[in-house]
């Protein structure tokens, strides 16, 4: 009983840990994506030179590995998906930690 029990706890929460992962404390990522200069081509609302960051997020609202493949984007730079302006890589001095963080935040905007 005591097996079934705790099974049952655990699998509880494995569940949450998908929710708790997607979770991003969004002033905390938005003064990172400013620090990291993400800000100075992108706006949350409008269209600056790269796309608006909520018309990102629903694009890639849905997508299986959206953030990974947003991460790759990010650190590798990008070119169409957008249009004819290239974006370029991001600095290496940007961790993959500060880069899950800000594509987490971007993500939850849709």
Same mark, same amino acid.
């Given at each position: 009983?005591?097996?079934?029990?705790?099974?049952?706890?655990?699998?509880?929460?494995?569940?949450?840990?998908?929710? +708790?992962? %997607? !979770?991003? =404390?969004?002033? &905390?990522?938005?003064?990172?994506?400013? #620090?990291? @200069?993400?800000?100075?081509?992108?706006?949350?609302?409008?269209?600056?030179?790269?796309?608006?960051?909520?018309?990102?997020?629903?694009?890639?609202?849905?997508? +299986?590995? %959206? !953030?990974? =493949?947003?991460? &790759?984007?990010?650190?590798?730079?990008? #070119?169409? @998906?957008?249009?004819?302006?290239?974006?370029?890589?991001?600095?290496?001095?940007?961790?993959?930690?500060?880069?899950?963080?800000?594509?987490?935040?971007?993500?939850?905007?849709?």
């Amino acid at each position: 009983m005591n097996l079934i029990r705790h099974s049952l706890i655990a699998l509880g929460l494995i569940m949450l840990l998908p929710a +708790a992962y %997607a !979770q991003v =404390n969004a002033d &905390a990522a938005k003064a990172l994506a400013e #620090k990291k @200069t993400c800000m100075a081509c992108h706006k949350v609302e409008a269209k600056v030179v790269g796309p608006a960051l909520r018309e990102v997020a629903k694009k890639y609202q849905g997508v +299986a590995n %959206a !953030q990974a =493949n947003l991460i &790759a984007k990010l650190r590798k730079g990008a #070119k169409g @998906t957008w249009g004819t302006m290239a974006m370029p890589a991001v600095s290496k001095d940007v961790s993959e930690e500060d880069l899950k963080t800000i594509v987490t935040w971007i993500l939850s905007l849709s």
